[in-house]
């Protein structure tokens, strides 16, 4: 058995990950690691060949409403003299990794490991994160950098612990402790993952490297578009501080110029203008189905509805 681990966090919906995942497995253990995957989701036969371990769980425990949300809101200026925001939950996804860490860690740490090196599946492994896997350290984490920005805190992108780091790791990582970080008051570092790292730097130890760690993938979310189709972006409005108000909707993005209906329970509304607010006249209990048509193609927009958790419109003339 090799004396170091790569336990690596994934989720591969598509190709594009897949390969990168695939690509990094061979490069790992070119530098003499055996291979620990943890995955949400199902992984070709091609991966889970070249792989020492794979576990597969259901569980992806994104933080979500009432536990943990924070709310954001995009806003736009139209006309010269309007704007409008959008004001929607981001969820927690931080969790989610932590999780993986410390269920990876702790499955590795039943095997006879020296040292365990946390990576995610799209990291770009260069010449200085090749120095690191072939000279490990007790306690090493990596500030990250994307789009020419660099943060100095511990990305989870690379961490290396020895055997004794790596079960205070495990010890230390709960969701109590990421819940009360979360809601602590006067924080220095971001509410996030790498910020509750911060906080863990005492116990473990551990040295933030002279050089930036890099992603090969950038996923970008957008919460504030409820469209699937392409050209064309919506925002609903659920104010579920009061269910029985009425849905509205605004398109404030037409790319094409397309004719844009919006059918509740089989009424179509014509969406004649961006950035527009059209009530709908129905409460969330009121509506049994809901469409979006557009450029040829039509959205179911009812598993959406149902799952936003709150959004609110708000329209203002701007202060002269």
């Not at 990168?20 to 995955?39: C, M, P, Q, R, V």
């Not at 979500?64 to 409008?84: A, D, H, L, R, S």
Request: net charge neutral; charged share 25%.
């Amino acid at each position: 058995m090799n004396k170091k681990v790569a336990l690596i966090s994934s989720f591969c919906d598509d190709q594009e990950k897949i390969d990168t995942l695939n690509e990094n497995i061979k490069k790992l253990k070119a530098h003499g690691l055996d291979i620990f995957l943890i995955s949400h989701l199902p992984l070709p036969k091609e991966t889970v060949k070249i792989c020492d371990y794979i576990f597969y769980t259901k569980e992806n425990p994104v933080l979500t409403w009432p536990v943990k949300v924070q709310m954001y809101y995009k806003w736009y200026i139209f006309e010269g003299e309007n704007y409008i925001k959008f004001y929607y939950p981001s969820y927690d996804y931080g969790w989610s990794g932590l999780n993986h860490i410390k269920k990876l860690t702790q499955i590795a740490l039943t095997f006879n490991y020296d040292y365990f090196y946390n990576l995610i599946y799209d990291l770009d492994i260069d010449e200085n994160v090749a120095g690191v896997l072939d000279n490990p350290e007790a306690a090493l984490a990596c500030g990250f950098e994307r789009d020419n920005i660099r943060l100095k805190l511990a990305s989870l992108h690379l961490m290396v612990f020895n055997r004794q780091k790596a079960k205070k790791l495990h010890e230390l990582i709960t969701l109590e402790n990421y819940l009360n970080f979360l809601n602590s008051s006067n924080l220095k570092e971001g509410k996030d993952a790498e910020g509750f790292f911060v906080t863990l730097g005492k116990e473990l130890e551990y040295r933030i490297a002279d050089f930036f760690v890099k992603d090969k993938i950038s996923v970008k979310r957008n919460d504030s578009n409820h469209s699937k189709i392409d050209g064309v972006k919506l925002f609903i409005e659920k104010n579920t501080k009061n269910l029985e108000s009425e849905i509205k909707v605004c398109v404030y993005e037409n790319e094409n110029n397309s004719k844009i209906e919006i059918v509740v329970n089989g009424k179509s509304i014509s969406i004649d203008k961006v950035f527009k607010i059209y009530p709908l006249g129905l409460s969330f209990w009121d509506i049994e189905s809901m469409f979006l048509k557009a450029s040829g193609q039509t959205q179911d927009l009812m598993p959406t509805l149902k799952s936003i958790s709150y959004s609110y419109i708000e329209l203002e003339k701007i202060k002269k």
